[in-house]
Structure formats: C-alpha cells, structure tokens
C-alpha cells in the first residue's frame, strides 16, 4: 500500500498550489482520500477528501471556497487545488485514505508529508 504525494513548495500569500496524491496496492474505490495538514504546534486537521466511487466531498470550513478536490479513477490519483493561499495555511499536508472523515483515527492509510510554505 502506498500514498506518495506530491506538489508541496513555498508561494506568496495569494497564490496557488495543487497537490497530487497517487495511490497503489488497494482498492482505490473503497476510501475516501483526501488530505490532513499539521502546523508547527497544532493538531493535525482534516482539510478535504473525495469519495470515488460517488464523487462526495469534504472540506474544513477554513479552505471552503479556496481549494478544490478532485481524482482521477483511471490514474487512481487524487488532486488538491489550492487558491488565495494564507500563511495560515503553512503546514505539513499528508494524503490519507479512510472511510471515517475527517477523523484522524480513523484513517487506515498515510502518506509521507509534502510541506507547503505560504509567505506574507
């Protein structure tokens, strides 16, 4: 099983970023995937996933209208689309796969995470 994500780097407040997550050796249709952060200090939180196999979403009230999920089935990967990017938005993001959204414990996958930098 395996998560790799990709797409984290440094931008300007304002700016945009998309993250990629590619997922191998499970079902991809049987998890909601999506995305957890953790900033310096803070709890990890639920950002947004995406159910497959019914295109369902979720997404922390802080990004609602900001960032954008989306997959792709056939590359069985999952895309993060951030736009209007804050400082309050620096933090570690790690893909995750699970049914239990945004439950931290209730993820039955993770990624390595992919550090995102927005400068003020």
């Known amino acids: 099983v395996q998560l790799q994500a990709f797409g984290g780097g440094l931008v300007q407040a304002g700016g945009s970023l998309r993250l990629s997550c590619a997922a191998s050796g499970f079902t991809f249709d049987d998890y909601a995937i999506g995305w957890f952060r953790q900033a310096p200090g803070k709890e990890r939180e639920g950002v947004s996933c995406?159910?497959?196999?019914?295109?369902?979403?979720y997404y922390a009230d802080s990004v609602k209208g900001r960032f954008t999920i989306s997959s792709d089935n056939a590359k069985n990967t999952v895309y993060l689309q951030m736009n209007s990017l804050k400082p309050e938005d620096t933090a570690v993001y790690y893909c995750a796969a699970g049914s239990s959204w945004p439950d931290y414990y209730g993820m039955d996958y993770w990624g390595k995470g992919t550090l995102v930098t927005v400068s003020s």
């Open positions: 995406i159910s497959s196999s019914d295109g369902s979403t």
